[in-house]
């Protein structure tokens, strides 16, 4: 196996990159300039060893704590719990959230061995004690586990004084009723809003 | 910007790579273990580093003159020349050709400003020069620039006593005549075969 073949087997190892979408980045980056091949390289390692999880929500961050957490004028009464740190990058394009986040690394999936100790829970209850927070929105994807995790924290929290929300689930903007599947439906119809 | 919105943006600058593609290699990445990661790098930088072209036919090799040129076996009698180097790949994959290749390393495209000195089109007149071809295959891509080149390579050799082939155009074996585009029929009837 040659050097370019090694490539290709390593960029098809990547999520969504299939062999001839592998071979196709491979022969461009052949034909690339070469420091530009030397700093794509390096964005790849820089990223990895600089980025660590921050310290208060889990975040990806260069700092020990991450931009949200530092940033005064963010609402600290509330927090967003959220499955992975992309999801993050996802609620902060809307603009509309202002609080902190805290970020699980995960979901509970019993079937693939992880349970609620794997992932950030702990480190989620320890906030609660220390800071004063007023309500938790619970941001986990709607799918069966993330809907697990959800109950598990809604359960664990169930004694404490917090108000504890979640996304609402129902049809997506834009969307059309025939095509919509049956539990988007029967979730749309259940969380039905007055008019 | 910091490091993951950097190695994002090399990311989508890949062929095919979107930006949210690029995103969830990124975050793909930051989640794989280090060790994994760094052979990642390595192998683009060792890829860039080690490949060169042929001295002969201009395929990519980790020598000197590549696998196939340095093959006694293969037939000296036959060049096939092609636009690129995974243009060999595919060839070789069907193991019908067992002769030499040469890689023009693009192809004749005046709006791209690629004349015939830009590709290596004179490597071929050299190489005709002093080896004993009988037979020239054109497998250039069957487009507008692909068919411009072939028939270039065709009139510069007009005068010399070697055999001029092109690839056959026509129905793609499994395909349905309905939904063949009009050209592709166009040629497969001009060059139709006795049966």
Redesign the interface.
């Known amino acids: 196996m040659?050097?370019?073949d090694?490539?290709i087997k390593?960029l098809s190892s990547?999520?969504?990159?299939g062999k001839k979408?592998a071979?196709?980045?491979?022969?461009?980056?052949?034909k690339?300039d070469?420091n530009y091949?030397?700093?794509?390289?390096?964005?790849?390692?820089?990223?990895?060893e600089?980025?660590k999880n921050c310290k208060t929500c889990g975040n990806?961050?260069?700092d020990e704590i991450c931009e949200i957490c530092s940033n005064p004028g963010r609402d600290k009464n509330i927090i967003c719990v959220v499955e992975?740190?992309?999801d993050i990058?996802v609620i902060e394009s809307t603009g509309i959230f202002t609080g902190q986040y805290h970020v699980l690394m995960g979901h509970i999936s019993p079937i693939d061995g992880i349970g609620p100790d794997q992932i950030n829970i702990k480190q989620l209850l320890q906030r609660l004690d220390k800071e004063n927070i007023g309500e938790i929105i619970i941001a986990t994807n709607p799918s069966v586990e993330g809907d697990t995790t959800a109950l598990y924290i809604q359960k664990l929290l169930a004694g404490k004084e917090i108000k504890i929300t979640k996304l609402a689930s129902g049809l997506p903007v834009g969307g059309d009723l025939e095509y919509t599947d049956k539990l988007t439906l029967v979730r749309s119809i259940q969380g039905r809003l007055p008019l």
């Open positions: 040659n050097s370019v090694i490539l390593n990547l999520p969504g990159i979408s071979a196709r980045i491979a022969y461009y980056l052949l690339a070469r091949i030397k700093a794509f390289a390096n964005s790849i390692c820089d990223a990895v600089k980025i990806y961050t260069e992975m740190p992309q990058t």
